[in-house]
């Protein structure tokens, strides 16, 4: 009797055994949790000195895996780094340079179509933003274009429909509903993207009178007069002294709200607009009034991300599958929040240049790491791909980041990185540049219409990055290094020809010839 029970279980202890090296064979799931223009200022594992808002579930993910502090864009804007995402390319490769006029070319290679090959569920829920229909996806759900916040139309595979609701809510929601009916026979990937904290940064009702009117601290350069830079510094249109609409300042309601969605809405906002009318305040005045209004409904925004970032946590650990999930947080650029007097991106500046990366995966990251290589958006399909064992393209031009979250940093891992910005003039007038960025360097150049300037930014010198130090005698042996990095990236990278003029979105001046990376 004791021999028959010692046999049973020893078998059972096979049986689990075997179930666990199963379970360890399994490819990872991946959960892709994106957000628009979220910038890492806004979030508190990034430890900005204003301490403008606390983002527990964002951070979680940061403290139970790793933190990456140098993520840097390719093209800051919203449509290129998506399909740099999914293609592991340059904008110049994968044809998406704007969101005036690009239409993503579906039908060429993603990450998503290579692992669906390889037995994963795929589906991809939210904002999409790339003119042409998802490919490569078991389940798609999408918002047209930009969508809206509130109550949002969607593209369910095809169908028009309606939601009701916080679009932030409505798309965690659909999220989670695909995650409980997915094939729970097969590793997943769930891209599940979000509209906010895009402008006109529309908060949740919820979240209306969420910071008590705070006054927030003020960037140091919130009033840059851009003394000696190059005229495409100075000559925008995305400041908050210049470029505020009454959608931005909530004079105007966020469009298609229920009766009861503007009532509060106006509860809230009317008191403090008649207070601005009477008051009429102007100059710095005026810009403060519109950087505490913008900061409010901003990081409100954020506020919605992170709450339903909470939710996908949870579900996560409800379900016992936190340990093979890796989740991914990032956004498709940074977003200045007043810095030089600015909202948006576009600019290869710090603040635009650097989205936020934070990764979680148990079975694999130790708690607390943090990175400070350069790593990019043309990194992740690379990484997506060789976490699930999928061979990675040779023509894919990033690299596999599972090496630095084994904490092991390769030899050979980049020392700069190359950025293109095309999109011209509208909507911000933000000329064309293009540069190499390094751990301290960056070397830029505007071109077109009717610019051609060189700057040199030095963050070690000058972190706030508003002095050009490319005619300083001190800096010759410097710029002539980094005229060199310039060309031999642009040659890796494969951009040795003039962009089409398309790629400016617009017919308004000749792109035909870009200036060569060479400047006496």
């Known amino acids: 009797m004791l021999n028959r029970c010692l046999a049973l279980g020893l078998l059972l202890s096979t049986f689990a055994l075997a179930g666990e090296c199963r379970a360890q064979q399994r490819p990872p799931n991946i959960l892709f949790l994106f957000s628009d223009d979220l910038t890492c200022q806004a979030i508190s594992a990034y430890g900005d000195k204003r301490q403008l808002l606390n983002t527990p579930n964002m951070d979680r993910i940061g403290h139970e895996g790793m933190r990456f502090d140098r993520c ?181 309601p966020s469009p298609n709200m229920t009766p009861e969605q503007l009532k509060a809405w106006n509860t809230y906002y009317e008191p403090r607009n008649e207070a601005f009318q009477k008051a009429k305040p102007t100059g710095k005045d005026l810009v403060r009034w519109r950087y505490n209004r913008y900061m409010h409904d901003y990081l409100a925004c954020v506020k919605a991300v992170d709450e339903n970032i909470g939710r996908m946590l949870d579900y996560l650990d409800s379900e016992g599958l936190a340990e093979n999930t890796i989740v991914v947080c990032s956004s498709d650029q940074g977003f200045f929040l007043g810095e030089h007097g600015w909202f948006d991106k576009r600019w290869i500046f710090e603040e635009s240049l650097r989205t936020p990366l934070l990764v979680r995966w148990p079975a694999v990251i130790k708690p607390g790491g943090v990175s400070s290589s350069i790593v990019s958006l043309v990194d992740f399909a690379e990484t997506f791909l060789d976490v699930a064992g999928v061979p990675i393209p040779a023509d894919m031009q990033g690299h596999s980041l599972l090496p630095l979250f084994k904490g092991q940093t390769p030899a050979d891992w980049r020392k700069s990185l190359y950025y293109h910005y095309y999109e011209f003039p509208v909507p911000h007038r933000v000329r064309p540049h293009y540069g190499v960025i390094t751990d301290r360097y960056k070397l830029i150049h505007y071109y077109k219409p009717d610019v051609d300037d060189w700057e040199l930014l030095d963050r070690q010198a000058d972190p706030l990055e508003v002095k050009n130090f490319y005619s300083d005698p001190a800096y010759a042996e410097t710029v002539k290094e980094l005229h060199a990095e310039l060309d031999r990236l642009r040659k890796e990278v494969k951009e040795t020809d003039a962009p089409p003029r398309a790629a400016y979105g617009n017919q308004s001046f000749e792109g035909e010839q870009l200036p060569g990376a060479k400047k006496d």
């Open 72 to 252: 840097l864009v390719t093209n800051s804007i919203c449509g290129p780094s998506r399909a740099t995402i999914l293609t592991g390319k340059y904008s110049h490769l994968n044809g998406f340079y704007n969101n005036s006029n690009s239409r993503f070319d579906s039908s060429q290679q993603t990450f998503p179509k290579l692992l669906q090959g390889a037995g994963y569920s795929t589906a991809v829920i939210g904002k999409w933003h790339l003119m042409s229909d998802p490919t490569g996806f078991d389940y798609w759900h999408i918002l047209p274009g930009q969508g809206i916040y509130y109550n949002p139309p969607m593209n369910d595979q095809g169908k028009p429909v309606k939601h009701s609701g916080y679009t932030t809510d409505v798309i965690t929601d659909l999220s989670l509903e695909w995650l409980k009916n997915r094939d729970k026979s097969k590793p997943f990937l769930l891209m599940s993207q979000h509209k906010a904290p895009h402008r006109e940064w529309a908060p949740a009702v919820r979240h209306l009178g969420w910071d008590q009117d705070r006054q927030y601290p003020e960037p140091e350069t919130l009033f840059d007069d851009y003394h000696g830079r190059s005229k495409a510094v100075s000559d925008h249109d995305m400041g908050l002294d210049r470029t505020f609409t009454d959608l931005d300042a909530k004079f105007r």
